[in-house]
């Protein structure tokens, strides 16, 4: 299974964490934006800072980290990715999202049957949007449209 995965999903699984993405183990190529490695490293190096961790836990964390980076098909950050990621979206994004989604939305026309997965409402929501299959974050329940 192709799937696009945001740095949410890559820490809940390398820091253990609750709530990690059901359906990792059957993802065969797991796709993601070069932002992974910035976010997850600042993620750790913040969790340093405010939970006071021991350089032994930082080094546990970080190595986690770049063993599932290492696992990842990375693609690299470049003009078009941030010139679609800076057009409008039909659903509310932050940058960093918009980034993701736009990496997401741009690798799909290379790779078949792309899905997307992440633990954050909003950018579920708006991948869902541009037609991708969501994993990982909640689902709510299709509105039904009068049309009459």
Request: net charge neutral.
């Amino acid at each position: 299974m192709n799937v696009y995965v945001d740095s949410s999903v890559l820490l809940r699984i390398a820091l253990s964490e609750r709530g990690a993405l059901r359906e990792w183990r059957r993802i065969t190529r797991p796709l993601a934006s070069e932002l992974v490695r910035l976010e997850c490293r600042r993620t750790i190096d913040r969790a340093r800072i405010r939970e006071q961790l021991s350089d032994s836990v930082v080094a546990e964390l970080r190595e986690a980290v770049l063993d599932l980076l290492d696992s990842l098909d990375i693609v690299p950050l470049d003009n078009v990715i941030l010139e679609r990621a800076a057009e409008p979206f039909p659903t509310l994004l932050g940058s960093l999202d918009a980034i993701h989604l736009a990496t997401a939305v741009l690798a799909r026309a290379q790779i078949d049957e792309l899905h997307f997965a992440t633990h954050d409402d909003e950018l579920a929501i708006a991948a869902r949007a541009h037609g991708f299959k969501v994993f990982g974050a909640a689902v709510p329940p299709r509105r039904k449209l009068r049309t009459r």
